[in-house]
């Protein structure tokens, strides 16, 4: 249950990058459309240097923005990749020593860790997707 929980917390936090970075992005090509379409007036008052310093501007500010989504897209998968891995960890070690006692076979144990498997990756996707 700690796996989804984190997964849609994390995800709603990083929600509001990644709509900035997407707000930035409609600027930058809003500013290159603009500038393409009006630029025999650009032209006509010499605004070259102007034009091409908004756009450098918007740029700027989309790939800040970018970064920002992709750093919090980067510590959903790893912490993602920490619950995973400790729970992986401690069922195997629980399945392992139910193997040692004799309680499970072999089996049981690769049974264990492909179904916990089975779950977890599409929460991967969740996060990404959501």
Known sequence: MCLPAMTIIITEWRTKYRREMNRMDNAAKAKAVDSLLNFETVKY???????VGRFEGAILNYQA?????QAS????NQTQNVVIGL???AGSLLCAYFVT?????????VLFGTYIIQMYIPL???GTYY
Request: glycine share 10%.
């Open 45 to 51: 008052y010499n605004a070259e240097n102007y034009e």
């Open 65 to 69: 923005s970018e970064w920002r989504a």
């Open 73 to 76: 897209l980067a510590l959903l």
């Open 87 to 89: 729970g992986l960890l």
């Open 101 to 109: 006692e004799g309680k499970f076979q072999v089996g049981d144990y």
């Open 124 to 126: 991967n996707w969740f």
